[in-house]
């Protein structure tokens, strides 16, 4: 059974603005490549795909659309990030789940991880990035995406697309 969660997927032109920002990364940090890039609004762990989809289908019916916009690099210990703008993406992840987790909601953008016992590594990324702003965009979906360990890594793929209104 996958491991699932829900999340907003960022536009072609945002993912490209932020590749474009990190230039070549090169060594020290464990990159996630830019088609696994997207913002969690809640992590559910192993479950059955339709019953979650079903679950989640009906926590965000009628929910509105968010403005979101991806900005400066922050770090959790052993995680490189972007932080998310977006006042109205806190109620989001909230209804699609994320209050149930113990640690508090930050809305962000896994870009690297490194051992946390070298917290230096991503120090010059964080700098670097201090003063990244990607354009705003409407989320006028979030996903329900599996996560499975395969050979080589591990792999996102969508599961189910639910809209957001405009």
Do not use: N
Request: glycine residues 10%; aromatic residues 10%.
């Amino acid at each position: 059974m996958p491991a699932l969660f829900s999340a907003l997927v960022p536009p072609d032109d945002v993912v490209e603005a932020v590749a474009e920002a990190l230039g070549d990364p090169g060594e020290g940090l464990r990159w996630e490549p830019p088609e696994r890039w997207h913002v969690t609004l809640a992590y559910y762990g192993p479950d059955d795909v339709g019953t979650r989809a079903a679950w989640l289908a009906e926590r965000l019916a009628g929910r509105p659309a968010v403005d979101v916009r991806l900005e400066k690099a922050a770090t959790f210990p052993g995680v490189l990030w972007l932080t998310v703008a977006g006042p109205d993406l806190t109620p989001l992840a909230l209804a699609a789940g994320a209050g149930a987790e113990a640690r508090p909601y930050v809305p962000h953008l896994t870009l690297a991880r490194f051992p946390r016992e070298e917290p230096g590594l991503a120090g010059r990324w964080e700098e670097g990035l201090s003063t990244f702003t990607s354009r705003s965009w409407k989320a006028t979906e979030a996903v329900l995406m599996t996560s499975e360990r395969e050979p080589g890594g591990t792999r996102y793929r969508v599961a189910r697309a639910f809209g957001l209104s405009g």
